[in-house]
Every structure is written in C-alpha cells, then in structure tokens.
C-alpha cells in the first residue's frame, strides 16, 4: 500500500508538472523519479517557492509583464524534471537573500554571484561562471585595459550586488594605495537606474556581470565594453544552506547538462560563449571549491 501511495504521488506530481508545462507553452519533460524522491515532503506537496530577480536581461526579467530570461527558461524546465510546481515571485534583488533566510522563498534564482559573505548562509547552484564588466556610452573616450583604469572614474552598481565589495577592495588596494584617485562607486536601487545614471552622463560606468552588460551593449546599441572583464567568480541559484532542494537543483541540472537542454537554453539567449559549465556542484560554506 506505501509503493502505491507513492506511485499515485508521483503520477500525480507529474501530471501536475506536465500541466505548468503546458501552461507555459513548453514541451513537457518526464518527471525524474529518483530527483523527484529526493526532494522534502514538503516541496512535494506544495511545490517550490522561487524568488527571480525582475531587472536582469538576459538571465531573468520582466518584459510586458512577462517573465523571461535563460534562468528562467532553466527553472521551468528543472520544475519539469523535478516534478513539482515553480511559483514564481518577480521580485527586486535586495529582497530575495532575507527572503530565503526567512523561508519567505525556497529559491532565488537571481544570478547570485557565490562569495564567502553570501555561504554564511545560502549554499549555490551555479549555472554559469562570470567576472564583471564595465559598460560606458558609445563613442566615449575612455582607455579601459586593467582595473587600475578605473581609478578616478565613478562606476554605477546595482545595491547589494558583489560587485560593490569587489570594486571596493579594488579602489583600495589598486587605486588609492598606488596613490591614485579611488572609484567613486554609487549605488542605484534597480540595474535600469544605474544604466540610466550612465546613458544619462551622470556617471561615467556602469559595472555588472559582462554576460548582462554584453546583451545591453547589443540590444541597445548604444554602450561598448571596457577590454577587460574582472573578478571571475561562479553565479546562479540560491537556497538555503543545508536544504535537501539543493542537492535536488543540482541533480535537475545536470540532467539538463546531459541531455544537452542546458547548452540549447543558453544558446537561445546568446549566453553559450565563455563560462559555461560542465559539471553541475554545489557550493555550500563547508565546500567552497568543490
């Protein structure tokens, strides 16, 4: 009788799963039985809640009130393998870390840049791997080679991204102790804000992942790139630490990468160049370099 209770559980599950497919307009993935058995009770009956950051193009963002982007198309399909719902929350980026911390969400799928302060207390999925670009208005005179380059000029970031506590240590320790002028680096609540402050001549820079600063510098036509890219680090998904939907997302993922709809989905979004993965891990506090 306890088989076919699960049995009928995970039918069920994947019916569910196959229904939010459609809903999407997506081709239906069969359910997964040992990622799906792997996840907590609790994701099984109610689903998973996902915090997606709302201004990022293209990884996630909302566009004529739809929700795009290459992360997203990923969760949607690893909801699919999975076999529970996603329920997705479009959200600002400084909400979703305490959101997760407070168990308001379950995942964020934000394009976290994994760093030391953040494995205090989430543990990451990454999907990719991505240093920092620097983006300025065309046709501006502007000789960015190095990161010591940057020093005097004042660069645009989105609050709370790692970025900042780079570009900060960068300011001190390339800039200031070399006797130069430090980066003058100003925060804007939205990524739109910060470009704008750039496009609008109010700052000089604006710093962001290079895969997102690319895609703006393409879609607009109106930004080109500095000739470097600093800072490489892993970026992706977030959850709590220690919690069994990590483990889960990863084996979703690399059932993505095996199938080859990781590498499809990225090359839809023009994301498939330098820094895709090949393995699928978990960076958690305790293995930071797995």
């Known amino acids: 009788m306890a088989y076919l209770s699960r049995t009928n559980a995970l039918r069920a599950a994947g019916i569910a799963a196959a229904l939010f497919a459609s809903a999407l307009g997506a081709q239906a993935v069969e359910t997964d039985k040992a990622l799906h058995d792997e996840l907590a009770d609790g994701y099984k009956a109610n689903g998973v809640n996902v915090a997606v950051f709302n201004d990022w193009p293209p990884d996630e963002f909302v566009e004529n009130g739809e929700l795009k982007g290459w992360s997203v198309d990923m969760a949607k399909a690893m909801s699919e393998r999975l076999g529970v719902p996603f329920k997705f929350d479009p959200t600002s980026f400084d909400v979703i870390i305490p959101g997760l911390v407070s168990k308001r969400y379950d995942a964020g799928f934000s394009s976290f840049g994994v760093t030391p302060e953040r494995l205090e207390v989430l543990d990451f999925i990454p999907q990719r791997k991505e240093g920092t670009g620097y983006a300025f208005p065309k046709g501006k005179d502007l000789k960015l080679a190095e990161e010591k380059d940057l020093c005097g000029h ?69 930004f080109d790139m500095a000739g470097f890219i600093s800072n490489a680090v892993y970026n992706g998904i977030g959850v709590r630490r220690d919690d ?44 930071p370099n797995p």
């Open 244 to 287: 069994p939907l990590g483990p889960a997302l990863k084996g979703a993922l690399q059932a993505m990468m095996d199938d080859g709809s990781y590498k499809e989905i990225m090359a839809k979004w023009g994301v498939d160049g330098a820094g895709m993965l090949e393995k699928a891990i978990l960076v958690t506090k305790a293995n």
């Open 154 to 222: 004042s660069v645009a970031l989105l609050t709370g991204a790692w970025d900042m506590q780079y570009l900060t240590k960068v300011s001190q320790e390339t800039c200031v102790a070399a006797g130069l002028k430090p980066i003058e680096l100003q925060q804007f609540t939205t990524q739109n804000a910060a470009e704008l402050a750039v496009s609008s001549g109010r700052v000089e820079l604006v710093a962001a992942g290079s895969a997102k600063l690319a895609y703006l510098a393409k879609q607009t036509g109106k």
